[in-house]
C-alpha cells in the first residue's frame, strides 16, 4: 500500500527558503498515469494546490506561486521535494505531498494518497 | 482560474439525517471534479471522483452528482465518523487545480 511521508524544517524565519522532501513508499514513482503534488492549508482554512511533477519531471505550478517555487523529483530514490524562496507568515501552514491519478480526461488529475501533512511555522 | 464555491460554510446536522452539500464552478468542468473529507489533525480523504465515482472503501451512503457548474455531495443517514469538513476541486481546466473553500458538517 502506497504511503507519504513529509519532512520539512518546522520552523522558519520570514525572508527564508523552505525545502520540504516527501518519501514515497510501498510503490513506484514511475508510473505513467500518476503525478505527484504539493498542496497547503493555512491554519483554519482551505486547501491550495501548489505544484505538480510527473516522474519524468515534467511540473506544473500554481501560478500565484510559480516565482517561488520549484518541484523536482528523484524518482529512483522515490523521493520529491519542494523549494520555496522568501517566506511570510501567509505560507504558514500544513504541507501535505499527495499522488495525483489521471482521471478520464487524459492530463487530468485528482488526488487519491496524501500523507500526512508537516506543518510550517514562519516567525522571526 | 477556475473558482469553486461551497456552500454553506457550515451545516448542523442531527445523527442518522441526510445532508446535501453543495458545490458550484465558475465555469464548466463537465464531471471532472472530486470530494474530500477531512478530520481535524488529518489529511484529505478522497471520497468521489468524476463527480459521482466513489473511491475504494468509500461506504454507499456518500454519494456525488451534478456536472457543469452545479455538484453535489450527499450523505445519508449520517454516522458520527461523517462529521468532518467536506472539499470538492475540479481537474478540468488547470493549472491551477483548486479547490473550494469547504463545507463544514457538525453535530
Sequence with gaps: QLQLQ?????????????TLMCNVSGGSMSTTNHFWAWIRQPPGKGLEWIASTHYTGTTYYNPSLKSRVTISVAPSRNQFSLKMTSVTAADAGVYYCARGIEADKAWSYYFDVWGRGTVLTVSS | ?????????????????????????????????????????????????????????????????????????????????????????????????????GTKVEI
Design chain 1, 6 to 18: 513529509e519532512s520539512g524544517p518546522g520552523l522558519l524565519q520570514p525572508s527564508e527558503t523552505l
Design chain 2, 1 to 101: 482560474e477556475t473558482v469553486m464555491t461551497q456552500s454553506p460554510g457550515t451545516l448542523s446536522v442531527f445523527p442518522g439525517k441526510r445532508v446535501t452539500l453543495s458545490c458550484r464552478a465558475s465555469q464548466s468542468v463537465g464531471t471532472n471534479l472530486a470530494w474530500y473529507q477531512q478530520k481535524p489533525g488529518q489529511a484529505p480523504r478522497l471520497l468521489i471522483y468524476s463527480a459521482s465515482t466513489r473511491a475504494t472503501g468509500i461506504p454507499a451512503r456518500f454519494s456525488g452528482g451534478g456536472s457543469g457548474t452545479e455538484f453535489t455531495l450527499t450523505i445519508t443517514s449520517l454516522q458520527s465518523e461523517d462529521f468532518a469538513i467536506y472539499y470538492c476541486q475540479q481537474y478540468d481546466s488547470w493549472p491551477p487545480l483548486t479547490f473550494g473553500g
